[in-house]
Each structure stands twice: as structure tokens, then as C-alpha cells.
């Protein structure tokens, strides 16, 4: 055996090799691992959650009691993921935190966040008020806009070298 044959062979052994490795690294990581978080965030959500600040805030304010258990879970799915590469864990994180963004996003889905207008405000083309108006009057676009409704402008003689 000549010896590019032998470097040839040892080429085709190490790409079969690199492949398997990626292939087991496929296997050991979820697909979205991008969303797991680190898992002091879930540990500091779980104790703000079971907090007695909290707890008033979640009462009082929204009016419900909230489950913290879930911060709880992810906060041990999160250290069973870190510390074993515990893929059931990762993936039972990841379908949480999914729901937690899809809850989040709940309101821009149904698309109510912001109201629709069907027309412009009926009084669009009334002046400005006049504290807007003295307010805005020495800005660089109302010197543009008063130069344009005059007609003139300082820079008719540069011609297209004034645009450049």
C-alpha cells in the first residue's frame, strides 16, 4: 500500500468518525436547546414568585394567585439538563417555556393589542395647536416645509450638486 493510500484511508476513517460524533452530539441535544435559559433566572422566578411581596402583588393587584410550582420544575429540569445532560428534562423545559412565551404573546396573536382605524382622525387636517406649532417652529423640517410653500430655496443654483 502506497502511502497516499494510507493518508487517504486515515482522511476517509476521520470523516466517518467527525459524522458519528455529530451525529451522537444530535442526539444528546434538543433542537430548541436556544430557549432553555440559565438556571438562575428560573431559581430567582421561583423565589420573587413564593416571595410575600410576590404573593400580595399577584392578589391584590392581578387578583389571582399564581402556580409557582412550574418556576420550581423548570428550576430542577434546568440543573438535571446542566449537570447530567438529561434530555427528557431538557425537552419538558423547553415545551414550559414555550407555553410561557406563547401565553406572553397571547394578545398580539389575537391581533387586539393595538385598535384598527378604518380612516384617518376626522380632524387631520386642522393646524396644529398652537403650543405644537411654537414648540416646533425653529426644527430643521418646519424651515424645510416653510422653504418648500414659499417656493424658494437657497440651494437652486447648486443644482444637482446641492443633492449630492
Known amino acids: 500500500m502506497s502511502e497516499s493510500e494510507k493518508q487517504n484511508k486515515q482522511a476517509d476513517n476521520n470523516t466517518s468518525q467527525s459524522s458519528e460524533l455529530e451525529e451522537s452530539s444530535a442526539k ?3 433542537e430548541d436547546k436556544w ?3 440559565e438556571c438562575d433566572i428560573y431559581k430567582d422566578e421561583y423565589k420573587e414568585c413564593t416571595s410575600f411581596r410576590g404573593r400580595f402583588q399577584q392578589y391584590f393587584v392581578y387578583g389571582e394567585t399564581l402556580d409557582c410550582n412550574q418556576w420550581k420544575k423548570d ?12 434530555l427528557k428534562a431538557a425537552e ?8 410561557r ?3 406572553r404573546l397571547k394578545a398580539h396573536y389575537r391581533n387586539d393589542t393595538w385598535k384598527k382605524r378604518e380612516s384617518p382622525p376626522i ?3 386642522k393646524p396644529l395647536p398652537e403650543w405644537m406649532a411654537k414648540r416646533d417652529e425653529n426644527t430643521y423640517l418646519a424651515l424645510k416645509a416653510k422653504e418648500i ?5 437657497e440651494n437652486e443654483k447648486d443644482g444637482l450638486c446641492a443633492i449630492m
Request: aromatic share 8%; charged share 45%; proline share 3%.
Open 28 to 30: 444528546t441535544e434538543p
Open 92 to 99: 419538558a423545559l423547553i415545551q414550559s417555556e414555550k407555553k
Open 123 to 125: 380632524d387631520w387636517d
Open 101 to 103: 412565551r406563547l401565553e
Open 75 to 86: 428550576y430542577d429540569n434546568c440543573c438535571k439538563w446542566e449537570e447530567n445532560n438529561d
Open 149 to 153: 410653500k414659499e417656493g424658494k430655496s
Open 35 to 37: 430557549m432553555i435559559r
